[in-house]
């Protein structure tokens, strides 16, 4: 069988509460209010969140994803996919009781991150004063999954189906009566409201018809769990990000001596990096983060006029980040790195979240986090949408949702965007604004809070 279907549980509720008929006895076979294609981090955390909603706790819902049926992961190695989430996604997490489980297993709390120029040595570091709070969680993207799989149980008229890849769909606005999903196998489904969830290269968004303005930044985000010598930084509790001319080397820390590796570089280098042996791929990576990039004579005795002459004066010292010593093994691994923004988040009877919607560089640790984002706000819009009587696909409210996310999330994203092409670059006169944008910032304390703030909400 090409489709394997995994009813978790499908009940027929009177208000929320739990009468199992255990078949597919619903109104219309084959028809759902709500649909969500792609289940990956965000059409998964939509699932939960919309059955878990009191208002909505009663729509049929149906999540297709095309990989094969999600299974925990051993917990003895550390995933080489992990995120840096913000308090708003740990909000999520905690609203759909997923956090439980998370904190339960592991996650690491950063309370510091000291980003640097490779080219100038200008550096600003993120922290709450006196180090009172997270400016950030690592969590591995197994355990969020698993966190929030583990919730389904609990789950009414829940369905989800594996190997189930969408091949088209129509839309009342092709004059279909309803949202229309047809599988690659053939099978059809029929909807009130079509979520797509199905990442940056989204099928749902294409049978919307929407513009969909994309780049390639021609880098390779390359992943490894690395072991470091964390005598200095008791507690492994800083990440560090310093941006080379080929792209950002960060360090996300994941226990007292583990941290997650993310290298953004060229095609040609991340092969290189993937095929050297574990001693080489460590000095390279010790030599990225130690080497002295400082070449240009001209950016060099700029700032260090502006610091004798600057009103604003930080107290920054550029420190050193802790010795990787090994790679784990089979941890290496690399991704694609692009950007891309749909002009419309929604339609009559189709939206869209996630990076079916906007597809971020990860230097700013924020793809998942605008994603969460929109489940938050696709629920709480659906929610009230059903507590006025009105249908799910009412454009009214749709719309709703893709003002509210437009404003989050556009800044966010044009700030990203600019800052690859920014940092990406060893052209004299860009250093030089650059480093003289990051003194000024870390110099003017609310400045400093304003951009902290934006990125931790
Ligand atoms: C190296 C790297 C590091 C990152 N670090 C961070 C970080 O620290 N913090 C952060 O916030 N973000 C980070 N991100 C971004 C984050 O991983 C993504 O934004 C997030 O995973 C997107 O989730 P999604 O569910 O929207 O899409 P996806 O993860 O792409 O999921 C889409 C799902 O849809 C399914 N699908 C696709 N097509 C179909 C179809 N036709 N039919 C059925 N199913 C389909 C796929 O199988 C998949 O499961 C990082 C990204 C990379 C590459």
Not at 215 to 220: A, F, I, L, N
Not at 338 to 343: E, N, P, T, Y
Not at 402 to 430: S, W
Request: hydrophobic residues 40%.
């Amino acid at each position: 069988m090409s489709t394997m279907f995994k009813i978790l549980q499908l009940r027929i509720n009177s208000g929320c509460g739990k009468r199992l008929l255990g078949t597919l006895a619903a109104k219309e076979a084959g028809h759902y209010d709500v649909i969500i294609g792609g289940g990956g981090l965000v059409g998964t955390s939509l699932l939960v969140s919309l059955a878990k909603n009191e208002t909505l706790c009663n729509k049929k819902i149906l999540m297709l994803e095309g990989a094969s049926e999600y299974k925990p992961q051993s917990r003895s190695k550390f995933s080489n996919r992990v995120s840096a989430i913000n308090k708003q996604s740990v909000q999520l997490l905690k609203s759909v009781n997923a956090w439980d489980f998370i904190e339960s297993i592991r996650y690491k709390p950063v309370m510091e991150m000291q980003v640097w120029d490779a080219i100038s040595g200008e550096s600003i570091n993120f922290n709450h004063p006196n180090f009172s709070d997270s400016v950030a969680c690592i969590v591995e993207n197994d355990l969020m999954l698993e966190g929030m799989y583990r919730q389904l149980n609990d789950l009414l008229n829940v369905r989800i189906m594996n190997e189930a890849k969408i091949d088209y769909c129509l839309l009342p606005k092709d004059g279909a009566e309803k949202s229309e999903v047809t599988l690659k196998s053939g099978e059809k489904f029929t909807c009130d409201l079509l979520v797509g969830a199905d990442g940056f290269n989204s099928t749902i968004r294409k049978a919307m018809d929407v513009n969909n303005y994309t780049v390639m930044y021609k880098q390779m985000g390359v992943v490894a769990t690395l072991e470091l010598d964390t005598s200095e930084y008791s507690g492994n509790t800083i990440a560090w990000q310093k941006f080379l001319s080929t792209g950002p080397v960060a360090l996300l820390p994941l226990t007292d001596n583990l941290s997650s590796l993310v290298w953004t570089t060229t095609y040609d280098h991340a092969r290189e990096l993937l095929k050297m042996d574990p001693s080489e791929f460590v000095n390279a990576l010790n030599e990225a983060f130690s080497k002295d990039y400082r070449k240009s004579s001209v950016v060099n005795n700029v700032m260090k006029f502006v610091d004798t002459v600057s009103p604003f004066k930080s107290n920054q010292m550029l420190l050193m980040p802790p010795k990787v010593l090994n790679v784990q093994d089979g941890s290496r691994a690399q991704f694609p790195l692009g950007f891309g923004h749909a002009s419309s988040y929604a339609c009559k009877g189709a939206v869209v979240i996630g990076d079916a919607a906007h597809r971020v560089h990860p230097m700013a640790g924020q793809g998942v986090n605008l994603g969460y984002g929109d489940v938050l706000k696709l629920t709480e819009v659906l929610s009230e949408a059903t507590y006025n009587g009105s249908n799910l696909n009412d454009i009214q409210y749709l719309l709703k949702y893709e003002q509210e996310r437009l404003k989050a999330n556009l800044p966010i994203m044009l700030g990203v965007h600019a800052l690859q092409r920014i940092y990406c670059n060893d052209f004299t006169p860009l250093v030089l604004a650059r480093s003289l944008g990051v003194k000024f910032t870390n110099s003017v304390p609310p400045l400093k809070r304003f951009f902290m703030e934006r990125a931790m909400a």
